[in-house]
């Protein structure tokens, strides 16, 4: 078993998500960071939808009382096992009572910890992740909190693996963010879209301190509506890396905790980069770039072959 020293900001469960319910309002609920996810799983040689702790913030601690090999990956942080210092995308052995630190967030915002072993946890609508606003899924529907113990079954001792550097994501602003249209481009003047998409320092946007896994909002130029158009729309389904702009203008990202939206829906984030969204943080810069359907296709097959490399060399 472990036990929570200190959860750091927010620690919860995530696995891959629960698809399939958004007709009743049901979000996937998924790791943010689906490469580091996944990656995780790999290092500690799980099945590829095993539970995981999704973590923000400094100050994470945990302690062992099984040996177990574990690994971070996400985020880049400056961790230690019993004041030994640890690398990120690698996994290591944890012995029993020893204790695991995340001192510091060095690049990005969210990290992933996993263990080779069962969390002993019910699944609630087929997935082990935490729905916050439901409370439900996860540890007790809720974030884990300092005293939480966690048992595992299945517990073994895994070859040490590591991500060569050259696969290991940046995560340092500006964000280039490239995305395809959203069905309501045509509700803004065509000098708003031009200034959307120009990637000069002064057209930048910055991540604003509200953001949580429902969405991020960013701060900049706002949006200018044609005339004559609504800006609300009946709500409708919507996908992660949906851009939403709301009446004052200002794009709102939304992300995994949400499956329907009632606000104009000006583009959608591009596949290759919804991972990098795990990682926006108040006051980073944000540029766009629309691309056609059939290019974002091809980026994402070319960054689904790096995936395999990473795995397979």
Not at 151 to 172: D, H
Not at 245 to 256: F, V
Request: contains cysteine.
């Amino acid at each position: 078993m472990i036990e929570i020293f200190n959860p750091g900001w927010l620690a919860i469960i995530v696995d891959n998500g629960r698809y399939g319910y958004g007709d009743i309002g049901v979000p996937p609920s998924s790791a943010l960071d689906n490469f580091a996810y996944s990656t995780l799983n790999y290092l500690t040689g799980n099945h590829t939808d095993s539970p995981v702790m999704e973590v923000m913030g400094s100050g994470f601690a945990i302690m062992f009382d099984v040996d177990i090999t574990c690994a971070i990956t996400g985020a880049k942080v400056s961790a230690y096992i019993n004041d030994v210092p640890l690398k990120s995308w690698t996994s290591f052995k944890a012995t029993k009572g020893s204790i695991l630190r995340v001192k510091e967030v060095t690049e990005g915002l969210r990290y992933y910890v996993g263990f080779s072993g069962d969390m002993v946890l019910e699944k609630a609508i087929e997935s082990f992740s935490t729905n916050l606003e439901c409370r439900f899924g996860g540890y007790k529907g809720r974030p884990l909190m300092k005293g939480d113990i966690i048992e595992f079954n299945n517990v073994r001792i895994e070859e040490e693996n590591a991500v060569a550097e050259r696969y290991i994501p940046s995560m340092n602003p500006p964000h280039l963010l490239r995305t395809t249209e959203g069905p309501e481009i045509g509700h803004f003047t065509p000098n708003s879209l031009e200034d959307f998409l120009k990637n000069h320092s002064e057209n930048t946007y910055s991540v604003s301190t509200k953001l949580n896994r429902t969405g991020i909002r960013l701060e900049g130029k706002p949006l200018l509506f044609r005339e004559k158009v609504d800006k609300s729309i009946i709500s409708e389904g919507i996908l992660p890396g949906t851009i939403q702009i709301p009446g004052d203008g200002q794009p709102i990202i939304m992300l995994y905790e949400r499956s329907v939206g009632g606000y104009a829906r000006i583009a959608t984030v591009a596949r290759i980069d919804i991972d990098m969204l795990a990682h926006l943080k108040p006051k980073d810069k944000v540029l766009f770039q629309m691309l056609g359907i059939e290019q974002a296709e091809t980026l994402w097959v070319k960054k689904k072959r790096k995936y395999l490399m990473t795995y397979f060399g």
